[in-house]
């Protein structure tokens, strides 16, 4: 089992920049694939950024060349610097890992951009 603890979220405005961190209570190394994936009031949860163990990343369409997605190893923790946001980036923001086994969540954490 992985247990998966966000933190990291507020309220901002536009413009402005947060990092979201996942601490994850395996070692990620051996994680197949992690990610972050938000879901806004009314809509359907979505990917934001992610990666497999191989290091391949893949990013949201509306999200890529603002968010980075990245991870250190030593510290079992993931992360997701996000740059410029917008109102629309308001949403609950959801760690997600896969070990192959089972599909694991995080309890979620708030990020509210105000315009």
């Known amino acids: 089992q992985v247990q998966l603890v966000e933190s990291g979220g507020g309220l901002v405005q536009a413009g402005g920049s947060l990092r979201l961190s996942c601490a994850a209570s395996k070692s990620i190394f051996s994680i197949n694939a992690m990610g972050w994936y938000r879901q806004a009031p009314g809509k359907q949860r979505e990917l934001v950024a992610g990666f497999s163990r191989g290091g391949d990343t893949n990013y949201a369409v509306s999200v890529k060349g603002r968010f980075t997605i990245s991870r250190d190893n030593a510290k079992n923790t993931v992360y997701l610097q996000m740059n410029s946001l917008k109102p629309e980036d308001t949403a609950v923001y959801y760690c997600?890992?896969?070990?192959?086994?089972?599909?694991?969540w995080g309890q979620g954490t708030q990020v509210t951009v105000s315009s």
């Open positions: 997600n890992a896969d070990d192959g086994v089972d599909t694991y």
